[in-house]
């Protein structure tokens, strides 16, 4: 009770009790933030734009490519250094880069292309259909 007979800002903002205020203090409500949409309403979806989809499936890809070939080189350094100490030998690294980090990165570069290219294009495809819809709506 005490939350709904308190909410004034809520009261005040309502587009009915702003066209009664003058036109600078509604102005001015709005832009200090006092007025926000009603519940319910979601805003107008930007218009997709394609030639943004290759920028961020290269992004995407070669972020996850470094990262993968960070973490197998890693891993390689890591069972290189224990597979030694297990045999008493000095453990050659450069093994490690070539044998595995590079294949793991080359893999997980590959499945990151293809995935990303299909998540984006349907990411496009639906907010296309949605910015249409929105269209129709107005």
């Not at 259909?129 to 107005?138: C, H, N, T, Y």
């Amino acid at each position: 009770m005490a939350g709904a007979a308190c909410d004034m800002k809520g009261i005040l903002s309502h587009p009915e009790n702003l066209s009664k205020l003058g036109h600078t203090e509604a102005t001015t409500r709005r832009s200090r933030g006092l007025e926000w949409d009603m519940p319910g309403q979601q805003p107008h979806p930007a218009r997709p734009r394609w030639y943004l989809i290759p920028a961020r499936i290269l992004l995407i890809t070669f972020l996850l490519t470094l990262l993968s070939f960070a973490l197998g080189l890693l891993g390689g350094i890591v069972g290189i250094v224990i597979v030694a100490r297990i045999h008493g030998i000095h453990p050659n690294l450069t093994f490690a880069y070539r044998q595995v980090a590079l294949p793991v990165a080359a893999v997980v570069a590959s499945v990151a292309l293809i995935a990303t290219t299909v998540l984006e294009i349907r990411a496009y495809r639906q907010t296309k259909i949605l910015a249409g819809v929105a269209r129709a709506s107005r």
